[in-house]
């Protein structure tokens, strides 16, 4: 059982938010540019429930049967369900069921995959390219280089509607290397926007987590990520979740 309460999720959404004002006010942006995503990976659905009445509508979860079975015990709920972790190709058929959004496609085959699922489902998808841009061989995602011709294939998968980019900084105490992944990320956004197929929106940058979104919203993050600052440390380790 949880010990997190009502007045605890109110606190931690709102010290959240004004750490995203400050990181906006700081470079000159608008709060209102940034979309928090909370990740509710591990919690329990009586805790997003807890969130929900605190404002939250909206949740991110790594792995799909989680968050399909979290769906699934707050269907009375109006929640919108983002998957952010990667995705198998033969598990696409449960995102086309529920989810929302997708910010991990990383593969043609995964994009084929979850088209064809949509398609059954008589649903479209909001997806996001996840690129590595940290290099980091044990990351999923595009290699940086190779994003282009990616792109150019996507018109062809009808359901799928790319709307950004997305991707994990170097976990690292040195602050400009974690920079430089946000960097990367956004301009390979502006030189891609300059020749982008018909269909494809790259206005959403998701990138930064609740140790480093801050420095994300500097360089450019329409979206972050955020959740242990929301809801606590883990029962689970980071490690059951993301590569190592």
């Known amino acids: 059982m949880t010990t997190l309460n009502l007045d605890t999720l109110r606190q931690n959404i709102a010290t959240v938010r004004a750490r995203i004002e400050a990181a906006c006010a700081a470079c000159g942006r608008n709060a209102d540019e940034i979309r928090l995503l909370p990740v509710s990976k591990t919690h329990p659905p009586e805790v997003l429930r807890l969130a929900h009445q605190a404002g939250i509508n909206e949740f991110g979860e790594n792995k799909v049967q989680e968050a399909r079975q979290k769906a699934e015990a707050l269907a009375d709920l109006p929640l919108r369900w983002s998957v952010i972790g990667h995705l198998q190709s033969n598990k696409a058929k449960y995102v086309a069921r529920f989810a929302h959004e997708f910010q991990a496609l990383d593969s043609i085959e995964l994009a084929e ?4 699922r949509l ?3 008589g649903r479209a998808l909001d997806v996001l390219v996840q690129v590595n841009t940290s290099n980091e061989p044990q990351k999923f995602g595009i290699a940086p280089e190779t994003a282009r011709d990616f792109l150019r294939q996507m018109p062809i998968f009808s359901s799928l509607r790319v709307k950004g980019l ?3 900084a ?4 040195d602050e ?3 920079r430089q992944c946000f960097i990367r990320l956004r301009q390979l956004r ?3 926007r300059q020749e982008l197929p018909d269909g494809i929106d790259l206005d959403a940058l998701s990138m930064g987590m609740s140790g480093d979104f801050p420095i994300a919203i500097e360089e450019g993050a329409t979206v972050v990520r955020v959740g242990q600052a929301i809801f606590g440390a883990r029962p689970t380790p980071d490690s ?4 190592s």
């Open 240 to 243: 059951h979740y993301w590569p």
């Open 113 to 116: 995959a979850l088209d064809r």
């Open 190 to 192: 502006d030189a891609l």
């Open 176 to 178: 400009t290397h974690v």
């Open 119 to 121: 398609q059954i489902e």
């Open 166 to 168: 997305m991707t994990l």
């Open 170 to 173: 170097i976990f690292d105490a």
